[in-house]
């Protein structure tokens, strides 16, 4: 496609369930991040992937989040024994060179949202 | 405490009008300050992004510029439209030695232009 995908667009758990959000980038994007956006607030950094690695995923809240990108593309944010407060639009972003160039734009999917009941 | 702040929290205006959107923040040293642009139920689009030695930079009727000193950065736009209603998000990229582009997001400013 020609943009960033994340399925589904919108999720209903209830708490305690397990979950997976996926994010297809952009066709040949090196890195991928992951970020959580709360009602009203701007998006928080969960974690970073270059190619296939994860080089950083301090923003993650607890262990309970878990991301991967096995082959480099498609990413997948698992959250397992969902809480209340996990409700929140889960944005996946892609940008195509490595990090560090200034003009080194990321590209938005729309977004998972995620309601915990 | 946030290290992007922005102002307003909200803004109303009619159609046609001029605004400016504030942003403050206390990250350094940074590498880029972005303005995105996020309409509801999508992901944020990039409006225009500065380094820290740029102090102006348009994009259409948005223009953005940068104070490095006071840390201060503002969005004009010129001749509003209705699809000018969005949230305007103030993202700055701070300089790490990871060299990744580890953004951080201010709040938003969310504006709605009426007829």
């Known amino acids: 496609g020609a943009g960033v995908s994340q399925s589904p667009r919108y999720k209903v758990a209830k708490r305690g369930q397990d979950v997976a959000l996926r994010c297809d980038p952009i066709?040949?994007?090196?890195?991928l991040f992951w970020y959580q956006q709360a009602l009203g607030q701007g998006p928080e950094f969960l974690t970073y992937?270059?190619?296939?690695?994860?080089?950083?995923k301090s923003g993650l809240p607890s262990d309970r989040f878990f991301a991967e990108r096995p082959e480099g593309s498609v990413s997948t944010l698992k959250i397992q024994r969902t809480q209340q407060e996990d409700s929140a639009v889960y944005l996946c972003?892609?940008?195509?060179?490595?990090?560090?160039?200034?003009?080194?734009?990321?590209?938005f999917g729309a977004g998972t949202r995620l309601s915990v009941l | 405490k946030n290290q992007v702040e922005q102002s307003p929290q909200s803004l109303i205006i009619l159609e046609g009008k001029n605004c400016t959107l504030q942003?403050?923040?206390?990250?350094?040293?940074?590498?880029?300050l972005r303005w995105y642009k996020q309409d509801t139920g999508r992901g944020p689009v990039s409006l225009t992004i500065?380094?820290?030695?740029?102090n102006t930079k348009s994009n259409g009727r948005y223009t953005a510029t940068l104070d490095a000193d006071t840390k201060q950065s503002s969005l004009h736009i010129t001749a509003s439209q209705l699809s000018d209603s969005a949230s305007y998000i103030c993202?700055?990229?701070?300089?790490?030695?990871?060299?990744?582009?580890?953004?951080?997001f201010g709040a938003g400013t969310r504006l709605a232009v009426h007829p």
């Open positions: 972003a892609s940008s195509l060179a490595l990090g560090g160039l200034a003009k080194n734009i990321q590209y």
């Open positions: 066709s040949g994007h090196v890195s």
């Open positions: 992937f270059q190619n296939e690695a994860q080089l950083d």
């Open positions: 993202v700055v990229n701070p300089l790490l030695s990871g060299g990744y582009n580890k953004l951080i």
């Open positions: 942003c403050n923040y206390t990250v350094s040293p940074f590498s880029n």
């Open positions: 500065m380094t820290f030695s740029e």
